[in-house]
């Protein structure tokens, strides 16, 4: 454990979550990597994702569902933990295997390949992580996450647009332009 990092019991995935990594040192701890911090937690990468999905209103069970209902993906899921909040992540590894890390799709800035044919994952800060898997199955991973981010970005602007048409109904004037201009304002901050 590095000096930046700080040691906790729980922890919940949030918008600064760049990746839950298994701790090389203790099985039963996970290392989180935040774009200001980095975090021991007290429980393996999965425990995290579930109690997380939880957090946010689902299961992990019912979020992997989704997944196959959304693109019929069922081996190594990428996962939406909460779709208002953008927090898309994708497992290493199958998700039952202690040294499957989770990563957030957000954060990921490049990649490369490294020695043994692992993978160099350079996040948005410039934060690096080598990852034990093929730079195909990293690009796999990674695309499998940006089509069910499209996938779900789409379904809930589609929803909004439908709200939007109940509350501008056409031929209103300057009402349908003061409700424009809320929608846009609270658009900014979604």
């Given at each position: ?52 999905c ?18 019929g ?7 939406v ?16 295997r ?19 044919d ?11 992580v ?28 589609q929803?909004q ?22 929608i ?7």
């Open positions: 454990m590095s000096k930046n990092t700080n040691q906790v019991e729980d922890y919940t995935i949030n918008r600064f979550t760049m990746a839950i990594l298994p701790d090389t040192t203790n099985k039963m701890f996970s290392e989180v990597l935040e774009v200001e911090e980095n975090l021991v937690v007290e429980k393996r990468p999965l425990e995290l994702i579930s109690e997380s939880s957090y946010y209103g689902s299961s992990y069970m019912g979020r992997k569902d989704g997944t196959k209902d959304v693109m993906v069922t081996h190594k899921p990428p996962i933990i909460d779709p208002t909040n953008s927090l898309y992540f994708f497992p290493t590894t199958s998700s039952s202690p040294q499957c890390a989770w990563l957030s799709h957000s954060y990921v800035k490049g990649y490369s390949e490294a020695e043994h692992n993978t160099k994952v350079t996040f948005t800060n410039n934060k690096t080598i990852l034990n898997m093929s730079i195909g199955s990293f690009e796999n991973q990674l695309f499998r996450t940006a089509q069910l981010r499209t996938i779900m970005s789409s379904r809930i602007e929803e647009r439908k709200m939007n048409m109940l509350l501008l109904p056409k031929g209103e004037g300057e009402v349908n332009t003061f409700y424009e201009q809320i846009r304002e609270l658009n900014r901050y979604s």
